[in-house]
């Protein structure tokens, strides 16, 4: 069905460096940081009592680094959480229906973004079949 107001093109901005990937590294250079918060599980010295009158290990479970690292620590185990940063899978960051709206959003990141310096924004056009 032919439309007047269906835009002929789409301009996608991305940022190929900010693409969504599973990396099994908690930070590394290849990857963006991804913001996974990192927990122990760890195994104290000294007993507890549980609810049967059995004598047991301490065990405490999602502790910080700290406390992991305390002098009466047997044992402890590294958990890595999920993502809480996430990136769109082709590294999109914004889209437009005009080239001129795509290159003014570029110019306005740029200066927003100056002390930061983003690594690379790439502007790409798609053009839409009828």
Known sequence: MWNP????????VHNPKQRARLCHKIECECC??????VTYDIVKEGF???????IE?????GVSESQANADDVKQ????????TIQYHPL??????TSKKKAL?????HFREQQDQSPDSLE???IKLAS
């Open 76 to 83: 402890r185990v590294k958990r890595i959480g999920a993502p």
């Open 5 to 12: 107001f269906r835009p002929k093109s789409v301009w996608v």
């Open 91 to 96: 590294g999109v960051v914004a889209a437009f």
């Open 57 to 61: 290990d301490i065990i405490m479970r």
């Open 123 to 125: 502007l790409s056009e």
């Open 48 to 54: 507890a009592t549980n609810s049967e009158g059995e």
């Open 104 to 108: 003014a959003f570029i110019d306005s």
């Open 32 to 37: 963006p940081p991804l913001g996974r918060p």
